[in-house]
């Protein structure tokens, strides 16, 4: 009975003293903890700040030249007042495209160059612009563009998109009609797919040539990290002029850059008879192409500048540039995966 006691009596003994010793041994220093909190809340704060929309102030934007003839200052003089680059803005629109490319997505591209994959049909609201073109109710004219219907209702279209707009697919290019949500313009919308060229979820856009038709200026910045953004060029240009029926003003928006022509060729107005070409076009929405200066013939050399570059609006839709300036676009800007962003 004595040397049962006694060895209970060890057994609650030893337990004690290693209960004991086992809260000694984890018991954690308060610096200690208190460093393993505040590394906590930084991780916190990173993953809440990866989930918030990115803004202008979050980019950063530097230069770092890859074309550097032609080159503009930030501010500039023009005639009798100055003229700039809208870095600001500039800033927005990256921020815009840094938070879209966030969520992986399925990328297509409106296409209806010359309606070569038929004329749309008519919306539901529609009127005749001063081109004497049919429009929808925001402007966007049914010639070249895609009939976008609201979701569930496919008697008539509700607006047009514009050949080059970017969107994001949300369901299979094989079905008759695909729904899209717009990159390039609001909303969720569906249309026939033949009006639409998928160009896959690995694209990734890190190449844009910012359009300033207020301004008269191009400038090119190429994605180098996480909002770090370099510009590669800063050079005057001159943007379309509205002048029915044969010039129009190169549009505002987001396009994608989706074709492209040592040699773009163009007729005489009014005529079918080809007047000269301008060299090195890259394509982003109808006609509108970003491209070197026009010649007056079809065997004349190419043209360096004119003093007509970044001046006054006097093209046709057309962004042009100094010929070696259009050519570093052409090589830079590969076709499908590089914007076109212009602003005003």
């Known amino acids: ?36 909190d505040s590394i906590e809340l930084v991780r916190k704060a990173e993953e809440e700040a990866k989930k918030r929309p990115k803004t202008a102030e979050d980019m950063e934007l530097t230069k ?33 495209v840094e938070n879209f490319q966030r969520t992986p997505a399925s990328y297509g591209i409106l296409q209806n160059r010359k ?12 009127h005749r612009n001063e081109y004497k073109l049919i429009s929808d109710s925001l402007g966007t004219e049914r010639y070249q563009a895609a ?25 299979s290019d094989t079905l008759d009609m695909i729904r ?26 890190h190449h844009i040539a910012f359009v300033d038709v207020t301004n008269q200026n191009i400038l090119t910045a190429e994605r180098t990290g996480d909002c770090r953004w370099v510009i590669r060029s800063m050079n005057p240009a001159t943007s379309g002029v509205h002048k029915p029926p044969y010039a129009h003003e190169t549009p505002l928006g987001i396009f994608v850059i989706q074709e492209k022509k040592a040699k773009m060729f163009y007729l005489k107005d009014g005529t079918n008879t080809i007047h000269g070409y301008a060299p090195y076009a890259s394509r982003f929405t109808n006609g509108a192409y970003i491209h070197g200066i026009p010649t007056q013939s079809v065997n004349a050399g190419i043209i360096e500048h004119s003093w007509s570059l970044g001046t006054t609006p006097r093209s046709h839709m057309c962004v042009r540039n100094a010929s070696s300036h259009a050519k570093f676009v052409y090589d830079w800007a590969k076709t499908f995966n590089a914007l076109v962003i212009v602003i005003d």
């Open 64 to 96: 770092d030249f890859s074309y550097d003839k032609h080159t503009l200052e930030d501010t500039y003089p023009y005639k009798d007042t100055t003229r700039h680059f809208q870095l600001n803005k500039i800033k927005e629109k990256l921020a815009f």
């Open 115 to 126: 309606n070569k994959n038929q004329e749309a049909p008519l919306v539901k609201n529609y």
């Open 180 to 205: 899209l949500e717009g990159v390039s313009f609001p909303g969720t919308w569906e249309t026939p797919k033949r009006y639409v060229k998928a160009i896959g979820d690995s694209v990734t856009f």
């Open 1 to 36: 009975m004595r040397i049962y006691f006694r060895l209970s009596l060890l057994i609650i003994t030893t337990t004690v003293w290693s209960c004991n010793r086992k809260q000694a041994t984890t018991a954690i220093d308060p610096a200690e903890q208190q460093r393993t």
């Open 147 to 171: 009939p976008l219907y609201t979701v569930g209702e496919n008697d008539a279209p509700t607006i047009y998109g514009r050949d080059g707009a970017l969107v994001k697919l949300l369901t």
